[in-house]
Nanobody, 125 residues
Framework: QVQLVESGGGKVQAGGSLRLSCAPS????????MAWFSQAPGKEREFVAA????????YYADFVTGRFTISRDNDKNTVFLQMNSLKPEDTAVYYC??????????????????WGQGTQVTVSS
């Protein structure tokens, strides 16, 4: 069973930056889309950003557009989420997800087949 391994979370002050990374446990694993979701305490897990692995097209939730950037490194088989201008309301556990089927419902949790364990991001004011 493939596992998605996230890293890069931590604590930062408002206005700061963090970069999250996600890599599958098997180097030959290829998804159609890789994405990041976030889940704040007491809230549902919500879509943050997604990237098509082959074409590189990207998709963002409105609340992160212009602040967060999703990217991938084909050689390292790794997807990144660069988070800039962080706000206290960005505090959440961030999850990496992989979609195998060729769907265009990037924002739906049910479209994704594999999930990471999550990495905590805490932004203080």
């Amino acid at each position: 069973q493939v596992q998605l391994v996230e890293s890069g979370g931590g604590k930062v002050q408002a206005g700061g930056s963090l970069r999250l990374s996600c890599a599958p446990s098997e180097r030959t694993f290829r998804a159609y889309v890789m994405a990041w979701f976030s889940q704040a305490p007491g809230k549902e897990r919500e879509f943050v950003a997604a990237i098509q692995w082959s074409g590189g097209s990207t998709y963002y939730a409105d609340f992160v557009t212009g602040r967060f950037t999703i990217s991938r490194d084909n050689d390292k088989n790794t997807v990144f989420l660069q988070m800039n201008s962080l706000k206290p309301e960005d505090t959440a556990v961030y999850y990496c997800a992989a979609m195998i089927g060729h769907y265009n419902t990037y924002g739906r949790r049910a479209s994704y087949n594999y999930w990471g364990q999550g990495t905590q991001v805490t932004v203080s004011s």
